[in-house]
């Protein structure tokens, strides 16, 4: 399949029509239906009619997985293309975690606009993988993690830490105490991550040492589901602090002890040279850490 053939078959197929594709691709349904005809020359048969639908067969299935990964590797290309061509005028891409791209991202943008920086950026909101997948492909300038890497091919530099936190009701018993410990919540149902992930796994360690078995009732990957539930007076949750928990109504953040840390990260590609560019968004954004609210209260 050449690059035509590939964006007709995922458009048919994601489509299930030949009208609705052609007008996706901007081409006439004659011409996709053409071009569908040749590429089923060299495949064999791909798509059935039933009932005024495209329907995909067994072969197009088995395809499909395939075919997307070339799709993605072919706009990888065109967009590489377009960045060096562009090279003076190329955006720095960054990959961040979304506590830290709710904490940070919004404030470097404001300096960007209000002229304090001289920037381009493009800002991916990704599981930390992706990110160090993406960082050693060379698809993204900079990561910002919650997570060291282990890897020889990228760098990490701690810049700060936050540390998580209890976000309760405001009209829970807890929310008038200046701190929450551990054993404060022991009858308490508890929002926070799955312990087969890292976060999860370092609150269930220090749950374990104080003595109090962490199960909660409500799992989580992403901290920002954590809110909805304790504005429903559902449960406290244990979370990061980094994220501006301060924008939810209803909610009361404070410190959790023993304190359970975590680091906030530059992550690079080891073995690609630090532009100008970057060493100043790098500047930037440790500054805007450095003056960053309080992570056990929020303020």
């Not at 081409?27 to 995909?56: I, Y």
């Not at 900079?142 to 405001?170: K, R, Y």
Request: glycine share 6%.
């Amino acid at each position: 399949m050449n690059s035509r053939q590939i964006e007709a078959f995922r458009a048919i197929l994601h489509y299930g029509t030949l009208t609705r594709a052609a007008e996706v691709l901007n081409v006439s349904q004659s011409a996709l239906s053409q071009l569908l005809l040749r590429t089923e020359d060299q495949t064999g048969p791909l798509f059935e009619r039933v009932k005024g639908r495209l329907v995909p067969t067994a072969l197009a299935r088995r395809l499909s997985p395939e075919v997307d990964r070339t799709y993605e590797d072919l706009e990888r290309l065109r967009k590489l293309i377009l960045d060096l061509r562009d090279a003076d005028t190329a955006p720095i891409r960054i990959g961040a975690s979304s506590p830290l791209m709710l904490a940070y991202v919004p404030i470097l943008m404001r300096m960007i606009n209000d002229g304090e920086l001289d920037l381009r950026i493009e800002v991916a909101v990704n599981p930390v993988a992706t990110i160090y997948a993406n960082l050693g492909k060379g698809e993204y300038d900079l990561g910002l993690t919650m997570m060291p890497s282990s890897t020889f091919d990228l760098q990490t530099e701690v810049i700060g830490q936050t540390e998580m936190v209890c976000l309760l009701h405001e009209d829970h018993p807890l929310a008038e105490r200046d701190t929450i410990s551990i054993a404060d919540l022991k009858d308490q149902p508890i929002i926070s991550y799955r312990p087969s992930i890292e976060f999860g796994a370092a609150i269930a360690r220090t749950f374990r040492i104080e003595g109090v078995d962490y199960r909660p009732v409500f799992e989580v990957d992403l901290s920002i589901a954590a809110p909805v539930f304790v504005q429903q007076a559902l449960g406290v949750a244990v979370v990061e602090g980094a994220s501006p928990w301060w924008r939810f109504v209803g909610i009361r953040q404070r410190p959790l002890v023993p304190r359970i840390t975590m680091p906030i990260c530059f992550v690079t590609n080891a073995h690609t040279r630090t532009s100008s560019d970057v060493e100043a968004l790098e500047m930037a954004l440790r500054r805007i850490v450095n003056d960053a609210p309080d992570t056990g209260t929020g303020r």
